[in-house]
């Protein structure tokens, strides 16, 4: 299975409406794990986790630009989805009870789910009732914060980042070293013409190049920036270990390898743009 994340470093309109719409229909995967767990009576962060990151997810391709402001969006969409999903819970919960109190002839009717459901805020209100489960929303929702906390701060820092190289792309700037001075520019290995067979991993591009992070044959993988390879790197005995190739242009720095992270990446001026996981 593939989870492709690849980023072009452009600047396009962001529709937050639609936006929202993706944000929902896709963080509707951890209200359900979120009913689905408190049917066996389970709490957990990944239900968080998983909201949150597909709610992220359905914003940015909807919303067709990632952006701080998006992240805030959708994870906020993604605990609501988590309350409506509790709230659902308790209507379940309501309706099994009054199917169980009928069965066992406390009582001469039987409530819908529906009807359970519109039931919830009178016994919300009872105290022997109301206290217990907003506890467990609480709780659960505790879980879900700690989950997925380190996605959201994560996800805010890379917007930042890549905002700031979009910033340097369009003013030119470029990247220096400790002495203030650019880095001097890699010599590109060879042509990236090849006979060979090739896979090509990702692909981006930025500051005026393209930039591909390939694999040639069974065991050789190369940074090639317009046309031309930059690096390599030979797997060891065919297993993937976590390594970086990396280049130098026009005073930016390119990245490319695998991360255990990250997986396969593209990175520029030590920011990842370009992403692929293969589980």
Same mark, same amino acid.
């Not at 999903?85 to 406390?106: M, P, R, S, T, V």
């Not at 590109?188 to 981006?204: N, P």
């Not at 393209?210 to 790197?233: H, N, P, T």
């Not at 720095?253 to 997986?263: K, N, T």
């Given at each position: 299975?593939?989870?492709?994340?690849?980023?072009?470093?452009?600047?396009?309109?962001?529709?937050?409406?639609?936006?929202? =719409?993706? #944000? $929902? @229909?896709?963080?509707?995967?951890? *209200?359900?794990?979120?009913?689905?767990?408190? &049917? %066996? !009576?389970?709490?957990?962060?990944?239900?968080?986790?998983?909201?949150?990151?597909?709610?992220?997810?359905?914003?940015?391709?909807?919303?067709?630009?990632?952006?701080?402001?998006?992240?805030?969006?959708?994870?906020?969409?993604?605990?609501?989805?988590?309350?409506?999903?509790?709230?659902?819970?308790?209507?379940?919960?309501?309706?099994?009870?009054?199917?169980?109190?009928?069965?066992?002839?406390?009582?001469?009717?039987?409530?819908?789910?529906?009807?359970?459901?519109?039931? =919830?805020? #009178? $016994? @919300?209100?009872?105290?022997?009732? *109301?206290?217990?489960?907003?506890?467990?929303? &609480? %709780? !659960?929702?505790?879980?879900?914060?700690?989950?997925?906390?380190?996605?959201?701060?994560?996800?805010?820092?890379?917007?930042?980042?890549?905002?700031?190289?979009?910033?340097?792309?369009?003013?030119?700037?470029?990247?220096?070293?400790?002495?203030?001075?650019?880095?001097?520019?890699?010599?590109?290995?060879?042509?990236?013409?090849?006979?060979?067979?090739?896979?090509?991993?990702?692909?981006?591009?930025?500051?005026?190049?393209?930039?591909?992070?390939?694999?040639?044959?069974?065991?050789?993988?190369?940074l090639v920036i317009d046309g031309s390879v930059y690096a390599e790197y030979v797997l060891v005995q065919k297993v993937q270990f976590p390594y970086q190739m990396q280049a130098t242009l026009d005073g930016h720095r390119y990245e490319a390898g695998y991360d255990a992270g990250l997986g396969n990446f593209i990175a520029i001026d030590k920011v990842p743009v370009a992403k692929k996981f293969r589980w």
């Amino acid at each position: 299975m593939n989870s492709n994340n690849s980023i072009k470093i452009t600047d396009t309109t962001e529709n937050v409406a639609a936006g929202i =719409v993706g #944000a $929902f @229909l896709f963080s509707l995967a951890g *209200g359900l794990m979120w009913f689905l767990l408190n &049917l %066996v !009576g389970f709490f957990s962060a990944i239900s968080g986790f998983i909201g949150v990151v597909l709610a992220i997810k359905g914003y940015r391709i909807f919303a067709k630009k990632e952006s701080v402001k998006g992240v805030i969006i959708a994870s906020v969409i993604a605990f609501l989805v988590l309350v409506i999903a509790w709230y659902f819970c308790f209507g379940k919960d309501i309706y099994d009870a009054f199917q169980q109190w009928f069965k066992d002839g406390e009582i001469d009717y039987t409530l819908s789910f529906s009807q359970s459901l519109a039931a =919830v805020p #009178a $016994f @919300l209100t009872d105290p022997e009732v *109301g206290p217990s489960y907003i506890r467990n929303l &609480l %709780v !659960g929702l505790g879980f879900a914060l700690l989950g997925s906390i380190g996605t959201i701060i994560t996800s805010i820092r890379n917007i930042k980042a890549r905002n700031k190289l979009f910033e340097q792309q369009n003013s030119g700037e470029a990247s220096s070293d400790a002495d203030g001075d650019a880095p001097e520019d890699s010599i590109a290995l060879r042509s990236a013409q090849t006979d060979e067979k090739v896979r090509e991993f990702l692909k981006t591009n930025a500051f005026g190049h393209e930039i591909v992070f390939r694999r040639v044959g069974k065991a050789r993988e190369e940074l090639v920036i317009d046309g031309s390879v930059y690096a390599e790197y030979v797997l060891v005995q065919k297993v993937q270990f976590p390594y970086q190739m990396q280049a130098t242009l026009d005073g930016h720095r390119y990245e490319a390898g695998y991360d255990a992270g990250l997986g396969n990446f593209i990175a520029i001026d030590k920011v990842p743009v370009a992403k692929k996981f293969r589980w």
